[in-house]
Nanobody, 115 residues
């Protein structure tokens, strides 16, 4: 059974940082591309970052470039998203995705940016 377990969300003030983690099991983590996506209330899902299976190719949506960093530790079956300089518009449910889509498997982790 494919499982994705996200953690690390929380509430932070604008300008703050969070590091999200996603641990995968039930599939060959080391040979798949992985993404982080988010969905804010009333909005559709948005893919914010993708990393290829080996970590050699990375994509970011324009709104997070220079602020977010995706990383993949194949030895630990874990995907990370370092989020710096957070803005209120980053508030959303964040979740990891196998591949380049936006379909949610796990529970996700809530990120709220508010003063």
């Amino acid at each position: 059974e494919v499982q994705l377990v996200e953690s690390g969300g929380g509430m932070v003030q604008p300008g703050g940082s969070l590091r999200l983690s996603c641990t995968g099991s039930g599939f060959p983590f080391h040979i798949v591309d992985m993404s982080w996506a988010r969905q804010a209330p009333g909005n559709g899902p948005e893919r914010v970052a993708t990393i290829n299976y080996a970590g050699a190719e990375i994509y970011y949506v324009d709104s997070v470039k220079g602020r977010f960093a995706i990383a993949k530790d194949n030895a630990k079956n874990t995907l990370y998203l370092q989020m710096d300089s957070l803005k209120p518009e980053d508030t959303a449910l964040y979740y990891c995705v196998i591949g380049w889509g936006t379909g949610r498997v796990g529970q996700g982790t809530q990120v709220t940016v508010s003063s």
